[in-house]
């Protein structure tokens, strides 16, 4: 209680007292883990020490780095308040102040001193929280829950997404979801975000000048990044060694407008690459900081570095989060990845103001195409020429985006979304009132654009589901559908191409088309509601990626727009006397099959 009358030595700005405000009140009404995103340079320390100024109970804040746990707790002090340090790379091992900044490493390796009730945990850098329940950080939460089953958990961070799960986060305060519903995040609400173009507008944050390598750049392109977006020391190396004529080059380049930059970073791919650029540099005016640098070498390279002795500091993985040197207007990016959050984290180094400093140059010279301000995360990227696009759910209006392609026009020809984005307030009743709220939550949009349909009740689910979410019965797999049919002599399996229409009065011949110039058909006669309602289940359903559903009555409805029918991955025909007959339509087919037209 002490804290709340203390004065504050800062003035908040009004986006940061905006992301105290949502804390507050989101704690208020309700116990779920929640996300601030603010960007880089936006004062996340500030935001902490004024959280923690206002805490009442115990808060325990958590970070993985040293010098993070430092700034935030520097920051606490500032308030004229003592909190506690908890970092074996501080040398101090605090645990009974109101208000402890500990290193994550360190809490989890002396679990038994944080066996007292904490009202609220704080997790700066909370992208590196993973989905596992494992982790340290999951361990820690869940013996803080074994003393206080309302903790509250807040976590703060500029890149709200890990390459294997993408947003780290289920539910936006803007009223959409991200990810699917299978996918498990470790944090429920994203409560407030503020874009880095605000920040850059209003002169918070110093603008990047994006420039495309001038003079060469590495193609990293034949290189098979693992599921966290990283690849391999050995064939990085491998590639690198056939481009020392690059890397020279390049470093030229560096070395040329450099002269007209205070503080040059540069992030390279591997320690042995990082040698070879250091080379290029010249000895007096560069440092090189690795992941086995030993710490006081590393601090002693950094002062230098800030106080301007040096102006070249090159680093493998080091000082992506927890540096900050204002001075630094140059960035060089010579490594490649697929993690937007680690391009936007090496970006952001340097961002941050400094007196003189009018912007701060980027090179990408690594090839990874990412956009800074409008990062494209979520699901995995299903090919190199898709694109972020925008879809309108035919039955909320929300406009989803997904990646996809688009023609000539600009105008969406295919994306890959599976369910609506959009969260539906739900209608007010005095049964969720009754319940305290915890009914009144808004749900997600149920419209589906991909889906698999459920043979027992016809509900539509996702498309990775095993079990109906309607009636809970076992959905068949598509590869077991698939494995069985290749074993019978009697069965066609055609990975299908394409699909195409004749009309016979009111009969629909449809054929499919499989990639070897096979062909499988069936008859749909539209005149029968019958069959005019399992034909629209197929193709109605799904027509035009269920971007713009339709609903036939007649064979000349389906002509008039027969462009647009979609056609299964894959179908199955069973041999009847003398023909073949489809048993089975497989869309949206996602296993080890190679689909039609696949290398």
Known sequence: MNATFQLRPYQLRPYQQEAVDATLNHFRHSDESAVIVLPTGAGKSLVIAELARLARRKILVLTHVKELVEQNHAKYESYGLRGGIFSAGLKRK????????????SVSANLDEFRDEYSLVIIDECHRVSGEDTSQYHRIIELLRQQNESL???????????????????????????????????????????PLSYMINRGYLTKPELVNAAVAQYDFSTLVPDRFGEYTEKDVNQLLSKHKRVTRAIIEQVRELAAEREGVMIFAATVEHAREITGYLPESETALITGTTDLKDRDALIQRFKQRQLKFLVNVSVLTTGFDAPHVDFIAILRPTQSVSL???????????????RD???????????????PEVGEPKPNPDSEPVQVFCPDCGFANIFWGKTDGDGQVIEHYGRRCQGLLEPAESSESAESGGQGSRPKQCDFRFRFKECPHC???NDIAARNCGHCQQAILDPDDQLRDALKLKDAMVIRCGGVSVVAEGRRLNLIYHGEDGEELSEWFDLGKAGQRAVFNRLFGRRFANSQAPRTFNTVEDVLAVQAGLPAPDFVIARKHRHYWQVQERIFDYQGPYRKANEM
């Open 458 to 460: 016809g509900g539509e």
């Open 152 to 194: 509250k958990v807040l976590g703060l961070t500029a890149t709200p997404y890990r390459l294997a799960m993408g947003w780290i986060y289920r539910y936006h305060y803007r009223g959409f979801v991200r990810g699917t519903e299978e996918q498990t995040k470790p944090f429920q609400h994203c409560i407030y975000e503020l």
């Open 94 to 105: 605090e645990s009974y102040h109101q208000v402890t900044f500990a290193g994550v490493q």
């Open 343 to 357: 391009y936007q984290q090496i970006v952001g180094r340097g961002l941050r103001l400094s007196e003189g400093k």
């Open 360 to 374: 701060c140059l980027v090179i990408d010279y690594a090839g990874n195409h990412m956009n800074l301000h409008h």
